[in-house]
Nanobody, 123 residues
Framework: VQLQASGGGLVRAGGTLRLSCVVS????????AAWFRQAPGKERELVAA????????IYSGSVRGRFTITRNKAKDTVYLQMNSLKTEDTAVYYC?????????????????WGQGTLVTVSS
């Protein structure tokens, strides 16, 4: 299983970025996916998660209304569209996936992680 994240970069406050995560999971066809982030000196936190069953998505309060998680099943790619970026969104963003039935907001439930992609939002 491999997750390959991309799309990070430097953007000004108010700008947009779209992160992509290609999920290579040949053993499983159904999986939940999520984006987490970790800012310097802070713990890793959930940004958004997507449940395969029911096409349900959840968001952290700090990004709700600005970020959107989507999945292209045909391409096995999960996206995070980030609009109206703020300086406090600066962090390393990680995509993750899981095949177990634990809640999608539980960081410890995720078995598979991609490398991080750095998002820097300047003022």
């Amino acid at each position: 299983v491999q997750l390959q994240a991309s799309g990070g970069g430097l953007v000004r406050a108010g700008g947009t970025l779209r992160l992509s995560c290609v999920v290579s999971m040949r053993t499983f066809s159904a999986y939940d996916a999520a984006w987490f982030r970790q800012a310097p000196g802070k713990e890793r936190e959930l940004v958004a998660a997507f449940a395969w069953r029911g096409d349900r998505a959840i968001y952290s309060g700090s990004v709700r209304g600005r970020f959107t998680i989507t999945r292209n099943k045909a391409k096995d790619t999960v996206y995070l569209q980030m609009n109206s970026l703020k300086t406090e969104d600066t962090a390393v963003y990680y995509c993750a996936a899981k095949t177990n039935s634990e809640n999608i907001d539980k960081i410890s439930a995720y078995d598979y992680w991609g490398q991080g992609t750095l998002v820097t939002v300047s003022s």
